[in-house]
Nanobody, 121 residues
Framework: QVRLVESGGGLVQAGGSLRLSCAASGNIFSINTVGWYRQAPGKPRDLVAGITGGGSTNYADSVKGRFTISNSRDNAKNAVNLQMNSLKPEDTAVYYC?????????????WGQGTQVTVSS
């Protein structure tokens, strides 16, 4: 079992920045990829950015050049961070991180509880 806890969401004005963090614990050795997804009201949950254990990254076209995903191992804590710059109102959504053992972003194994990001115009 893998436990994921997101943090860092909030309210920000357009053009501002937020940094989301996803802390992972448990049987993380089964996980080779972590993705950040988002879901706005009435819309499907879509992949925003992903990163493999080797550091390969993947971004949705809508966030390329604005968002950066990275691995972090500080004080023996495993986390995946999402730095979000130049935020737009259309970035407003609940953001979820997911842990993946298959390598496919289509089939996450574990989900966090989500964190709300609201960008005001």
């Amino acid at each position: 079992q893998v436990r994921l806890v997101e943090s860092g969401g909030g309210l920000v004005q357009a053009g501002g920045s937020l940094r989301l963090s996803c802390a992972a614990s448990g049987n993380i050795f089964s996980i080779n990829t972590v993705g950040w997804y988002r879901q706005a009201p009435g819309k499907p949950r879509d992949l925003v950015a992903g990163i493999t254990g080797g550091g390969s990254t993947n971004y949705a076209d809508s966030v390329k050049g604005r968002f950066t995903i990275s691995n972090s191992r500080d004080n023996a804590k495993n986390a995946v961070n999402l730095q979000m710059n130049s935020l737009k109102p259309e970035d407003t959504a609940v953001y979820y991180c997911a842990a993946i053992s298959s390598g496919s972003y289509r089939y996450p194994d574990y989900w966090g509880q989500g964190t709300q990001v609201t960008v005001s115009s």
